[in-house]
Protein backbone atom coordinates (compact mmCIF):
# COMPACT_ATOMS: atom_id res chain seq x y z
CA UNK A 1 0.00 0.00 0.00
CA UNK A 2 1.14 3.26 -0.55
CA UNK A 3 2.18 5.47 2.17
CA UNK A 4 2.70 9.33 1.88
CA UNK A 5 4.28 10.36 5.18
CA UNK A 6 3.76 14.09 5.84
CA UNK A 7 6.17 15.13 9.06
CA UNK A 8 4.01 17.24 11.13
CA UNK A 9 0.17 16.66 11.75
CA UNK A 10 -0.23 20.45 13.70
CA UNK A 11 2.14 23.08 13.49
CA UNK A 12 2.14 26.68 14.83
CA UNK A 13 4.50 29.05 13.72
CA UNK A 14 4.63 32.90 14.03
CA UNK A 15 4.41 35.47 11.19
CA UNK A 16 7.89 35.85 9.66
CA UNK A 17 9.03 32.56 10.36
CA UNK A 18 10.56 30.34 7.65
CA UNK A 19 8.89 26.42 7.85
CA UNK A 20 9.41 23.83 6.24
CA UNK A 21 6.91 20.85 5.42
CA UNK A 22 8.03 17.62 4.68
CA UNK A 23 6.92 15.10 2.53
CA UNK A 24 7.99 11.08 1.61
CA UNK A 25 6.26 8.65 -0.23
CA UNK A 26 7.52 5.36 0.11
CA UNK A 27 6.28 3.83 -3.60
CA UNK A 28 8.83 5.26 -5.97
CA UNK A 29 6.58 7.79 -7.64
CA UNK A 30 7.50 10.31 -10.40
CA UNK A 31 5.34 12.89 -9.62
CA UNK A 32 4.63 14.69 -6.05
CA UNK A 33 2.48 17.86 -5.43
CA UNK A 34 1.46 20.29 -2.84
CA UNK A 35 -1.84 21.50 -2.42
CA UNK A 36 -3.23 23.61 0.49
CA UNK A 37 -7.03 23.11 0.99
CA UNK A 38 -9.11 26.10 2.66
CA UNK A 39 -12.83 26.41 3.07
CA UNK A 40 -14.95 27.04 0.21
CA UNK A 41 -11.72 27.37 -2.05
CA UNK A 42 -11.29 22.97 -2.53
CA UNK A 43 -7.62 21.97 -2.98
CA UNK A 44 -5.05 24.66 -4.68
CA UNK A 45 -2.06 23.38 -6.16
CA UNK A 46 1.11 25.12 -4.93
CA UNK A 47 4.07 23.31 -6.76
CA UNK A 48 4.54 20.03 -8.31
CA UNK A 49 7.72 17.62 -9.44
CA UNK A 50 8.37 15.22 -12.66
CA UNK A 51 11.30 13.81 -10.63
CA UNK A 52 14.65 15.07 -8.65
CA UNK A 53 15.62 18.35 -8.85
CA UNK A 54 12.38 19.61 -11.23
CA UNK A 55 10.05 21.71 -9.97
CA UNK A 56 7.05 23.34 -11.49
CA UNK A 57 4.79 26.35 -10.60
CA UNK A 58 1.29 25.60 -9.71
CA UNK A 59 -1.58 27.78 -9.13
CA UNK A 60 -0.85 29.81 -6.43
CA UNK A 61 3.32 29.40 -5.72
CA UNK A 62 3.69 32.70 -4.50
CA UNK A 63 5.19 32.82 -0.92
CA UNK A 64 6.21 29.00 -1.24
CA UNK A 65 9.43 27.26 -2.74
CA UNK A 66 10.09 24.34 -2.86
CA UNK A 67 12.88 21.75 -2.90
CA UNK A 68 13.35 17.82 -4.59
CA UNK A 69 16.60 16.56 -3.69
CA UNK A 70 15.64 12.85 -3.49
CA UNK A 71 13.10 11.29 -5.14
CA UNK A 72 10.96 9.82 -2.10
CA UNK A 73 10.95 13.06 -0.34
CA UNK A 74 9.27 16.92 -1.32
CA UNK A 75 9.42 19.46 0.81
CA UNK A 76 7.95 22.96 1.09
CA UNK A 77 9.22 25.58 2.32
CA UNK A 78 7.21 28.86 3.34
CA UNK A 79 10.19 31.42 3.58
CA UNK A 80 8.33 34.28 5.88
CA UNK A 81 5.06 32.55 7.20
CA UNK A 82 2.24 35.28 7.42
CA UNK A 83 -1.19 34.60 8.42
CA UNK A 84 -2.69 34.02 4.97
CA UNK A 85 -0.76 30.84 4.68
CA UNK A 86 -2.84 29.37 8.04
CA UNK A 87 -4.35 26.02 6.18
CA UNK A 88 -4.20 22.51 5.80
CA UNK A 89 -1.25 21.16 3.47
CA UNK A 90 -1.64 18.32 1.49
CA UNK A 91 1.14 16.78 -0.06
CA UNK A 92 0.77 13.70 -2.69
CA UNK A 93 2.68 11.73 -4.87
CA UNK A 94 1.76 9.58 -8.08
CA UNK A 95 3.35 7.15 -10.61
CA UNK A 96 2.81 9.35 -14.00
CA UNK A 97 0.33 10.81 -15.83
CA UNK A 98 -2.02 12.24 -13.33
CA UNK A 99 -4.75 11.59 -15.90
CA UNK A 100 -4.34 7.69 -15.56
CA UNK A 101 -3.35 7.04 -11.95
CA UNK A 102 -4.77 8.20 -8.40
CA UNK A 103 -2.98 10.53 -6.36
CA UNK A 104 -2.10 9.28 -3.07
CA UNK A 105 -2.53 12.13 -0.39
CA UNK A 106 -0.56 12.15 2.85
CA UNK A 107 -2.88 12.89 6.02
CA UNK A 108 -1.85 16.64 5.93
CA UNK A 109 -0.17 19.02 7.72
CA UNK A 110 -2.91 21.88 9.48
CA UNK A 111 -0.46 24.99 9.85
CA UNK A 112 -1.61 27.38 11.71
CA UNK A 113 0.31 31.17 11.77
CA UNK A 114 -0.31 33.85 14.56
CA UNK B 1 -16.34 31.38 -12.64
CA UNK B 2 -14.64 28.71 -11.09
CA UNK B 3 -13.41 25.81 -13.14
CA UNK B 4 -14.91 22.78 -11.58
CA UNK B 5 -18.30 23.28 -9.04
CA UNK B 6 -20.04 21.76 -7.00
CA UNK B 7 -23.12 21.83 -4.93
CA UNK B 8 -21.27 22.14 -1.38
CA UNK B 9 -24.37 20.42 0.13
CA UNK B 10 -24.98 18.91 3.09
CA UNK B 11 -27.04 16.51 1.62
CA UNK B 12 -28.99 14.65 4.43
CA UNK B 13 -30.31 11.32 3.60
CA UNK B 14 -31.95 8.27 5.53
CA UNK B 15 -29.65 4.96 5.40
CA UNK B 16 -31.40 3.22 2.27
CA UNK B 17 -31.70 6.16 -0.06
CA UNK B 18 -30.59 7.03 -3.10
CA UNK B 19 -28.85 10.07 -3.38
CA UNK B 20 -27.03 12.04 -6.77
CA UNK B 21 -24.50 14.87 -6.96
CA UNK B 22 -23.69 16.52 -10.36
CA UNK B 23 -20.68 18.58 -11.06
CA UNK B 24 -20.02 21.04 -14.03
CA UNK B 25 -16.52 22.11 -15.32
CA UNK B 26 -15.89 24.97 -17.54
CA UNK B 27 -12.91 23.86 -19.42
CA UNK B 28 -14.05 21.82 -22.51
CA UNK B 29 -10.12 20.27 -22.72
CA UNK B 30 -11.17 18.61 -19.68
CA UNK B 31 -10.16 15.07 -20.43
CA UNK B 32 -10.24 12.49 -17.22
CA UNK B 33 -12.44 13.09 -14.68
CA UNK B 34 -12.77 11.46 -10.90
CA UNK B 35 -14.38 11.08 -7.94
CA UNK B 36 -12.78 11.39 -4.41
CA UNK B 37 -13.83 10.85 -1.40
CA UNK B 38 -12.84 12.57 1.96
CA UNK B 39 -13.55 11.81 5.49
CA UNK B 40 -13.88 14.39 7.91
CA UNK B 41 -10.20 15.76 9.08
CA UNK B 42 -8.61 12.90 6.62
CA UNK B 43 -6.94 13.07 3.20
CA UNK B 44 -8.54 12.85 -0.11
CA UNK B 45 -9.00 9.03 -1.63
CA UNK B 46 -9.80 8.43 -5.17
CA UNK B 47 -13.50 6.69 -5.23
CA UNK B 48 -13.65 6.07 -9.04
CA UNK B 49 -12.58 7.20 -12.09
CA UNK B 50 -15.37 8.47 -14.34
CA UNK B 51 -16.01 7.13 -18.14
CA UNK B 52 -17.16 8.32 -21.37
CA UNK B 53 -19.75 5.53 -21.24
CA UNK B 54 -20.16 5.51 -17.43
CA UNK B 55 -19.56 3.34 -15.26
CA UNK B 56 -20.38 1.58 -11.75
CA UNK B 57 -18.73 0.01 -8.74
CA UNK B 58 -20.98 -1.43 -6.38
CA UNK B 59 -23.41 1.09 -5.21
CA UNK B 60 -21.46 3.49 -6.62
CA UNK B 61 -22.70 5.37 -10.62
CA UNK B 62 -20.57 7.59 -12.71
CA UNK B 63 -21.73 9.29 -15.79
CA UNK B 64 -20.24 11.68 -18.18
CA UNK B 65 -21.97 14.21 -20.15
CA UNK B 66 -19.59 15.78 -22.08
CA UNK B 67 -21.78 17.85 -24.25
CA UNK B 68 -22.97 19.81 -21.15
CA UNK B 69 -20.14 19.27 -19.42
CA UNK B 70 -20.87 17.92 -16.26
CA UNK B 71 -20.41 14.33 -14.06
CA UNK B 72 -22.68 12.74 -11.45
CA UNK B 73 -22.13 10.38 -8.83
CA UNK B 74 -25.12 8.33 -8.30
CA UNK B 75 -24.79 6.38 -4.92
CA UNK B 76 -27.67 3.53 -4.16
CA UNK B 77 -28.64 1.58 -0.86
CA UNK B 78 -27.11 4.49 1.17
CA UNK B 79 -24.92 3.33 4.19
CA UNK B 80 -23.96 5.46 7.56
CA UNK B 81 -19.91 5.04 6.45
CA UNK B 82 -21.17 6.96 3.21
CA UNK B 83 -21.31 10.30 5.19
CA UNK B 84 -18.37 12.07 3.54
CA UNK B 85 -17.63 14.78 1.08
CA UNK B 86 -17.17 14.04 -2.03
CA UNK B 87 -14.38 15.85 -4.49
CA UNK B 88 -15.06 15.99 -8.23
CA UNK B 89 -11.75 16.15 -9.98
CA UNK B 90 -10.85 17.39 -13.54
CA UNK B 91 -7.54 16.39 -15.40
CA UNK B 92 -7.19 18.86 -18.20
CA UNK B 93 -6.03 17.86 -21.77
CA UNK B 94 -1.98 17.36 -21.98
CA UNK B 95 -1.07 18.79 -18.39
CA UNK B 96 -0.40 17.12 -15.13
CA UNK B 97 -3.16 19.43 -13.34
CA UNK B 98 -5.92 18.29 -11.71
CA UNK B 99 -8.61 20.83 -10.77
CA UNK B 100 -10.69 19.84 -7.68
CA UNK B 101 -13.98 21.22 -6.72
CA UNK B 102 -14.90 22.31 -3.40
CA UNK B 103 -17.03 19.51 -2.78
CA UNK B 104 -20.62 17.96 -1.91
CA UNK B 105 -20.99 17.04 1.22
CA UNK B 106 -23.37 14.57 2.44
CA UNK B 107 -24.69 12.92 5.66
CA UNK B 108 -26.44 10.14 6.10
CA UNK B 109 -28.57 9.41 9.55
CA UNK B 110 -30.05 6.13 10.69
Known amino acids: DVKVTQSSRYLVKRTGEKVFLECVQD?????MFWYRQDPGLGLRLIYF???????EKGDIPEGYSVSREKKERFSLILESASTNQTSMYLC?????????????FGNGTRLTVT | RKEVEQDPGPFNVPEGATVAFNCTYS??????FFWYRQDCRKEPKLLMS???SGNEDGRFTAQLNRASQYISLLIRDSKLSDSATYLC???????????FGTGTRLQVFP
Open chain 1, 92 to 104: ASSPVGVGNSPLH
Open chain 1, 27 to 31: MDHEN
Open chain 1, 49 to 55: SYDVKMK
Open chain 2, 27 to 32: NSASQS
Open chain 2, 50 to 52: VYS
Open chain 2, 89 to 99: VVNIYNTDKLI
